[in-house]
Structure formats: C-alpha cells, structure tokens
C-alpha cells in the first residue's frame, strides 16, 4: 500500500513538472513571437492628439507651435481654427531651416493655406507619415514584410524584414525602410528619402541625409501603439533627436478615401493638389 502511494506521488510530481515545463516553453513561444499589431481584420490605429511629435527626456526637443500664435485645432467648439506656425527659435536647427521655415511662416500669416501632406493629397515622406491626420493606419505583417496603409488617399509603406539597405538607391518619398523584430518592438531603419517631404505638420524641412529609426510596440495592453523614433539628419538639425507618437486602437473597416478627387481647390483654396493634365490610359 505503501508502495503504491509512493508510485502515484512520484507520477503525480512527474506530472506537475511536465506541465511546469510545458508552461515555460509556452511562455518562452510567446516572449519570442513578434507583436501582432493587427489581431483582427478590423484593427486601425488613429493618431492620439493634433498630430505633434511628444518630446523624449534628455533630447532635443522637436519642433513645436511658435508660442507667440496659439493653434487651434478644427472643430473646436466656439473658436476660430487658426493654422500652425513652426517655432524657429528651437536651438537644435541650422541657420538654413529656419530661414526655410521663416519664409514659409510669413506668407502663412499673409494669409497662405499652411501645407499639409494629407490636405494636399502628396506622400509624407519618413516620419510625416507616422504624423498624418484624417484616417487610420491599417498594418499588414508577413514573414517578409510589414506593409502600412494610411486610409486617407491610401498611403502605403513597405518595411523589409531581414534584409540589407541597398547599395545603389534612388531617393524617393518614403525612403528604403529595412525593419526587424527585437522582442515586442519593430525596429525600422529608413534611409534614401529624397528631400521633398517635411518631417512634421509645422512644416520642417530636411536633407537627403535624413536617417529615421523607429521603434513600433503595443502598450498598455495592446489598447495603444507608440512609436519611439530617432531622428538624424546633420545637414538640418545639430544633433539627433527623438520623439513619441501614439496611436489609440479603433475598430474600423478599411474604407477607399480618394483624396485628390474630393480635395480639388475647396473653398477657394489653393491646397496644391496634383493635378493629371492628360489621362494615363
């Protein structure tokens, strides 16, 4: 009798720790696995806030609204909305972006519509598409890419898992993004990005020497995503620096948003959309 209690102790340790085991190999799986940024067809994530990059402790900070002209942003109750204008004291500018940037600020309080990628139906580049407003960021991962779509007017782009940055690229819109998981980040390193596109919605200009790294992770449960990104580029800025951008996640279908068609000179308003002076077909 003794014996046989002692068999169905041992079995019944043995048992424990198999599952034990079990429960670490699960655990160690799923520490492993890269995030999933989309666990349903109809995650989307919308951009929290008026579409500023935060600043980080200890860096740089990025540019923000000239604390002389208040911004108000549209659909506030009961106030005019008024338009951005960059702050070109920050110290961490060369001599040429500000002077960029002061020109365009002048003729934006002359009375000039403040460009806006989305408003002007035109790619935001590296990080202005992190910072698009008006739609929702749809992500699609595969083994060998991460693809991310922005509803309005369908911007797209293409991050390249475990690969190498080419060695001849041309400069475009959204640069040559290699990515790779670290845990529960995605790591995107951008380069090649020509210098069409500003960084920001207060309208920052910058180089073909401009160098993004972002790191893409779920927080607070999977409720929201944040972006971590560095930012470099010596021809613009005197130092790198980073930012945060954080996204809420929302339940939404994807939904077709042509921006060019419903966005040609509303109001009297010149936004500077691209216009096809023939057809391509």
Not at 54 to 68: E, I, M
Not at 129 to 153: C, H, K, W, Y
Not at 193 to 199: D, I, P, R
């Amino acid at each position: 009798m003794r014996e046989s209690c002692r068999k169905r102790h041992i079995l019944s340790l043995g048992l424990l720790a198999s599952l034990a085991g079990m429960l670490e190999v699960q655990q160690a799986v799923a520490a492993s696995a890269p995030p999933d940024f989309s666990p349903t067809v109809q995650t989307a994530w919308v951009g929290i806030g008026i579409g500023a990059l935060l600043p980080v402790p200890g860096s740089p900070k990025p540019v923000a609204q000239d604390p002389a002209y208040r911004y108000v942003p549209n659909g506030t109750p009961g106030e005019q909305p008024t338009q951005r204008i960059g702050d070109i004291s920050n110290p961490n500018l060369k001599q040429w972006a500000k002077d960029v940037m002061k020109k365009d600020n002048d003729e934006v309080l002359a009375g000039k519509f403040a460009f806006t990628a989305r408003s002007s139906c035109k790619p935001g580049g590296v990080p202005g598409f992190d910072v698009l407003l008006g739609g929702a960021l749809s992500i699609l991962q595969s083994p060998r890419e991460v693809t991310m779509i922005f509803s309005g007017n369908a911007e797209t782009r293409h991050i390249l898992l475990n690969a190498s940055h080419s060695v001849n690229r041309k400069p475009s819109w959204y640069g040559e993004s290699i990515g790779h998981y670290e845990g529960d980040t995605l790591v995107v390193d951008t380069i090649g990005l020509n210098g069409k596109t500003f960084l920001d919605n207060y309208r920052t200009p910058h180089t073909d020497k401009l160098h993004v790294t972002e790191r893409w992770r779920l927080i607070e449960n999977g409720a929201k995503l944040e972006i971590l990104m560095t930012i470099d580029d010596p021809d613009t800025f005197n130092q790198p620096w980073q930012a945060l951008r954080q996204y809420d996640r929302v339940n939404r279908n994807f939904a077709e948003d042509i921006c060019s068609e419903n966005n040609s000179n509303p109001f009297g308003i010149d936004y500077g959309t691209p216009t096809a002076e023939k057809p391509d077909f």
